[in-house]
């Protein structure tokens, strides 16, 4: 089993920026694929971003040039910094984790308002 904790989510005005932190326990391997996805209310979940264990990274359409995705092998930790962010980015936010079997964590909101 792997646990996945999210944080760093919150409210936040248009043009600003978060950071949202994915920490990864249990059992881990050393392959993997470590991304986000997110959903908004009324809407079905889709892929922001993602980082493998060889260090490819890919990213949503809507979120490039803003968010960088990014890790910390030794702390089994995985970054998504959002700039420069929109109201149609408010969403909560899930990290995930593919190594065979696909984990989650519980979720965070982020809130892009004025």
């Known amino acids: 089993q792997v646990q996945l904790v999210e944080s760093g989510g919150g409210l936040v005005q248009p043009g600003g920026s978060l950071r949202l932190s994915c920490a990864a326990s249990?059992?881990?391997?050393?392959?993997?694929?470590m991304g986000w996805y997110r959903q908004a209310p009324g809407t079905q979940r889709e892929l922001v971003a993602y980082?493998?264990?060889?260090?490819?990274?890919n990213y949503a359409d809507s979120v490039k040039g803003r968010f960088t995705i990014s890790r910390d092998n030794a702390k089994n930790t995985v970054y998504l910094q959002m700039n420069s962010l929109k109201p149609e980015d408010t969403a909560v936010y899930y990290c995930?984790?593919?190594?065979?079997?696909?984990?989650w964590g519980q979720g965070t909101q982020v809130t892009v308002s004025s």
């Open positions: 980082i493998s264990s060889g260090g490819t990274t």
């Open positions: 249990g059992s881990i391997s050393s392959t993997y694929v």
């Open positions: 995930y984790r593919n190594q065979g079997l696909t984990y």
